[in-house]
T-cell receptor, first 115, second 112 residues
Framework: DSGVTQTPKHLITATGQRVTLRCSPR?????VYWYQQSLDQGLQFLIQ???????AKGNILERFSAQQFPDLHSELNLSSLELGDSALYFC??????????????FGPGTRLTVL | DQQVKQNSPSLSVQEGRISILNCDYT??????FLWYKKYPAEGPTFLIS?????DKNEDGRFTVFLNKSAKHLSLHIVPSQPGDSAVYFC???????????FGKGTHLIIQP
């Protein structure tokens, strides 16, 4: 158990819909990262928040957005869903920013299926 | 453009022998590399890392080797155990600030 929790575990929805994925980081971790794992693309970095502020963007679509709340939990919002958005979405957290000695701990993921 | 490549989707090794997982990268700006291990229905778990100022880092049964001139790294597991059966990802920071760029993974199967 990494200490990172994600809800829900599974989500099935239809094209065109909007969903929200939730992540609670490990206690004390200020950074939250979102990743998408699809069959053809592998694990891709989407976005990072640090202490409530957006810190970095990766391959995140404009239809997707995220935020980190004062209690440090984070939500990833996916809208106008397409079949290709079906994937595993992982949240990770780390103590601070920077990559040296700042291990990212991953949650178990949310499996999104778009029908 | 895939900046971190793991060209072997799967690898089968006998229990007790050495497992060698390979990873190539294209971005010469990468200066830190990590290996993650992933079991089904779980998130990736950090295994070992190496900075580009080193060519080897060891942690118990796990050793990572880095060849900067070849832009290649490898993970050695000795001896391989049944619990090592998992998908192994090579990763490097570079997906934007601290975000990690991952390879597509190698499924390691340890046979008894």
């Amino acid at each position: 158990d990494s200490g990172v929790t994600q809800t829900p575990k599974h989500l099935i929805t239809a094209t065109g819909q909007r969903v929200t994925l939730r992540c609670s980081p490990r206690s004390g971790d200020l950074s939250v990262y979102w990743y998408q794992q699809s069959l053809d693309q592998g694990l891709q970095f989407l976005i990072q928040y640090y202490n409530g502020e957006e810190r970095a963007k990766g391959n995140i679509l404009e239809r997707f957005s995220a935020q980190q709340f004062p209690d440090l939990h984070s939500e990833l919002n996916l809208s106008s869903l397409e079949l290709g958005d079906s994937a595993l979405y992982f949240c990770a957290s780390s103590v601070t920013t920077g990559y040296l000695y700042n291990e990212q701990f991953f949650g178990p993921g949310t499996r999104l299926t778009v029908l | 453009d895939q900046q971190v490549k793991q060209n072997s989707p799967s690898l089968s090794v006998q229990e007790g022998r050495i497992s060698i997982l390979n990873c190539d990268y294209t971005n010469s700006m990468f200066d830190y590399f990590l290996w993650y291990k992933k079991y089904p229905a779980e998130g990736p778990t950090f295994l070992i890392s190496i900075s580009s100022i080193k060519d080897k880092n060891e942690d118990g049964r796990f050793t990572v080797f880095l060849n900067k001139s070849a832009k290649h790294l490898s993970l050695h597991i000795v001896p391989s155990q049944p619990g090592d059966s998992a998908v192994y990802f090579c990763a490097a920071p570079g997906g934007g600030a601290d975000g990690l760029t991952f390879g597509k993974g190698t499924h390691l199967i340890i046979q008894p």
